[in-house]
């Protein structure tokens, strides 16, 4: 069993930055591939970004690139989500998940493992 914390979110100016984490514990394996997704108010979950355990290859939803970069720390089995140049639609639930399967995928379907999110509030 897999098990995904999140921390880091919090309010901040539009422009800002914050690292959003999510600590893994549990049996994970090289194989599983790790996912941040957002759900606004009133709105579906969405794909943000997701990669390998590995962290050796990224995806990223258009909106997010250039801006965002996600990474792993196998040692710490920790995920992160650097968010720069935040804008107020960025304000969101931000959840980490993992997928037994395969990486890169970006239906919340696809994901078997999910954290209990973390909130992130851009003001304008």
């Known amino acids: 069993q897999v098990q995904l914390v999140e921390s880091g979110g919090g309010l901040v100016q539009a422009g800002g930055s914050l690292r959003l984490s999510c600590a893994v514990s549990?049996?994970?394996?090289?194989?599983?591939?790790m996912g941040w997704f957002r759900q606004a108010p009133g709105k579906e979950r969405e794909f943000v970004a997701a990669?390998?355990?590995?962290?050796?290859?990224?995806v990223y939803t258009d909106s997010v690139k250039g801006r965002f970069t996600m990474s792993v720390d196998n040692a710490e089995k920790t995920v992160y989500l650097q968010m720069n140049s935040l804008r107020p639609e960025d304000t969101a639930v931000y959840y980490c998940a993992a997928d037994r399967r395969s990486w890169g995928r970006s239906r919340t379907r696809a994901y078997d493992y999910w954290g209990q999110g973390t909130q992130v509030t851009v003001s304008s």
């Open positions: 549990g049996g994970i394996f090289s194989n599983y591939g």
């Open positions: 990669t390998s355990w590995g962290g050796d290859n990224v």
